[in-house]
């Protein structure tokens, strides 16, 4: 059987170690991160099936190079920026885009020009009929 004081000792400790194990780790280092080495900085992976964030300014981007170059226009680029764009995310496109040179002789943006929308410049860069799909997609901008 256990005598009173062992069980007091055996309290007392335990109350320590619990104190101290708690102590450790909520106290951090002069970086902010627990002295235990908690806080480690990881990147989730999350949920491999996610859709990439949409972005207006990265679309924009990827579209004026596929338009804006010496050796012709790169329709596949254009319509695979596009191909997962939906009405609203189209407007804020063609809003990012605003108005950027566009130099009707050569077909690219090299000197001088004149400042046109996005609407534009996928009329004056594809065919017809790719025209034509895109503007059945995006009746509202197109």
């Known amino acids: 059987m256990m005598t009173t004081q062992k069980k007091i000792i055996i ?3 335990s ?3 619990l104190g101290l194990g708690v102590y450790f780790l ?3 280092n002069k970086n902010g991160s627990s002295v235990l080495g908690g806080n480690k900085k990881y990147i989730d992976e999350g949920d491999v099936n996610l859709v990439p964030a949409f972005s ?3 679309k924009v981007a990827l579209l004026y190079d596929a338009m804006n170059r010496y050796n012709g226009t790169d329709e ?5 920026t596009l191909t997962s764009v939906s009405q609203a995310q189209f407007g804020q496109i063609v809003k990012a885009f605003g108005l950027k040179n566009y130099n009707r002789i050569l077909g690219y943006n090299t000197i001088g020009g004149t400042k046109l929308p996005l ?3 996928l009329k004056e860069e594809l065919n ?5 799909l ?3 997609k995006f009746p509202l901008y197109l």
């Open 134 to 136: 895109l503007r059945k």
């Open 11 to 13: 309290v007392t400790a």
């Open 119 to 121: 609407k534009t410049w």
């Open 76 to 80: 596949t680029l254009i319509f695979e």
């Open 15 to 17: 109350v320590v170690i």
């Open 26 to 28: 909520t106290k951090t």
């Open 128 to 132: 017809d009929a790719d025209y034509n």
């Open 56 to 58: 207006a300014p990265q």
